[in-house]
């Protein structure tokens, strides 16, 4: 029997989003978030060859600084694990090496962001540089990780149950996330994530929606937030399809 599951987006960007997911059990809701955090591939360099380098920073440093900015990450199929994009930098100083100096071999693999600083070059200094990008995933080192937050919470279902009584001091009720009211989804910041704010003078109960969770995902710019979900969902399906295969030999 096929699972129905409903997903409706709250909050919707290219690299922030908000959205629910009904119809999922607590472990498979984890188990999205694990595979956006960790089993999804992302280009990122994993090798740089120094020409010159006559700043302050060691090579060491810089290769390091190299390996976390975010690259674009081509569609699936696109690309095999062993395949390498070649990207070269070659500034001199004064002024700063931004990601967005690095020129890429291949049009679809491009810095997502081109204002991440690199390195402050002083005058007569330079930096020249070859770097080799390779697909990896988040599991195996964080410079593959596409989505740099991703977290869940349940949808929490808020009912006014009558007033508060006479004379009662009003206390602020905390909540975070998005709750249910009625049929309206309502993101807490709109009232500062305080009930008492949306529902001044009323006594009011909140309760877990079962099997209704709340993601909020944000990507480096790998992907969009559509096609790491999507990816997530894809790794889970294949592995879930070799641990059948397994079980049947």
Sequence with gaps: MTEEYDVEFVEREDRNARFLVRGVTPAFANGIRRAMLADVPTMAIDTVRFVENSSVMFDEQLALRLGLVPLTTPPEGEFAEDDVVTLSIDVEGPGTAYS??????????????????????????????????????????????????????????????????????????????????GDELVSTSEFGHDLSERYPGKEVAVEDVPNAFVFHVETDGSFTVEELVTRAADSIEARATELEDAVQL
Aim: hydrophobic letters at 35%.
């Design 100 to 181: 967005g100096d690095l020129v890429s071999s291949d049009d679809l693999v491009q810095p997502a962001d081109e204002n991440v600083p690199i390195i402050e070059l002083k005058d007569g200094q330079r930096l020249e540089a070859e770097a080799d990008a390779t697909l990896g995933r988040g599991k195996d080192h964080a410079k593959h990780q596409g989505g740099v937050a991703v977290g869940y919470r349940h949808l929490q279902r808020v009912e006014v149950v009558g007033d508060l009584p006479e004379f009662e001091d009003e206390e602020p009720q905390i909540v975070r996330g998005v709750i249910q009211d």
